[in-house]
Nanobody, 120 residues
Framework: QVQVVESGGGLVQPGGSLRLSCTGSGSIASIQAMAWYRQSPGKQRELVAGISSSGTTNYTDAVKGRFTISRDNYKNTVYLQMNSLKTEDTAVYYC??????????????WGQGTQVTISS
């Protein structure tokens, strides 16, 4: 079995910064792709940023230049550094890990979500 746990959400003022972390544990052979999604009330969940096993990154236009996704393969962890935060970044942020399990199977596993609130 695989578990995914996120941390780092909170309340910050506009213009502030937060760093989210997401760690996978359990029967993991390797983590292929990692991604962060977010969902605001009344909106669909959207992809914020992704990073491949080789380190290639992609971002939704709304966060380009402000957010940075990175990964630590030794720790099975993905980070999302969020700078210059705006009120419209307020959402529940979810990470998703595309995991090769020790059994040989592949699984796309979601974290439980962490609330990010940007407000003055």
């Amino acid at each position: 079995q695989v578990q995914v746990v996120e941390s780092g959400g909170g309340l910050v003022q506009p213009g502030g910064s937060l760093r989210l972390s997401c760690t996978g544990s359990g029967s993991i052979a390797s983590i292929q792709a990692m991604a962060w999604y977010r969902q605001s009330p009344g909106k669909q969940r959207e992809l914020v940023a992704g990073i491949s096993s080789s380190g290639t990154t992609n971002y939704t236009d709304a966060v380009k230049g402000r957010f940075t996704i990175s990964r630590d393969n030794y720790k099975n962890t993905v980070y999302l550094q969020m700078n210059s935060l705006k009120t419209e970044d307020t959402a529940v942020y979810y990470c998703a890990l595309y995991i090769l399990c020790t059994s040989g199977g592949l699984t796309y596993t979601w974290g439980q979500g962490t609330q990010v609130t940007i407000s003055s």
